[in-house]
Nanobody, 124 residues
Framework: QVQLVESGGGLVQAGGSLRLSCAGS????????MGWFRQAPGKEREFVAA????????YYADSVKGRFTISRDNAKNTVYLQMNSLKPEDTAVYYC?????????????????WGKGTLVTVSS
């Protein structure tokens, strides 16, 4: 069973950058699609970005395209989310997610493994 632990959240000013990391355990990590979701206070959890097992395909929510980049290092069992040009509306708890299929890791109902989340706060 894959387990996920996020890190890298914190407080940053608008326009700044952060890089989130998600460390995974389990022998199947490198075969699974990985993704990031976020949930702001009072809002539903929303898809942010996803990456296929071999990094061949990457997907982004329209709200983060051109600003966020998802990547992974299967040798380190880690997936990253580089966030640039951050805006106050990016403030949320960011969750790492894993699923066996690329489509599934973009749908919170279909994700089968979640991390506990890391808080990102962007001040104006």
């Amino acid at each position: 069973q894959v387990q996920l632990v996020e890190s890298g959240g914190g407080l940053v000013q608008a326009g700044g950058s952060l890089r989130l990391s998600c460390a995974g355990s389990g022998r199947t990590f490198g075969l699974r699609a990985m993704g990031w979701f976020r949930q702001a206070p009072g809002k539903e959890r929303e898809f942010v970005a996803a990456i296929s097992w071999n990094s061949g395909n990457r997907y982004y929510a329209d709200s983060v395209k051109g600003r966020f980049t998802i990547s992974r290092d299967n040798a380190k069992n880690t997936v990253y989310l580089q966030m640039n040009s951050l805006k106050p509306e990016d403030t949320a708890v960011y969750y790492c997610a894993s699923a066996t299929q690329e489509a599934a890791v973009q749908d919170p109902i279909s994700v089968d493994v979640w991390g506990k989340g890391t808080l990102v706060t962007v001040s104006s």
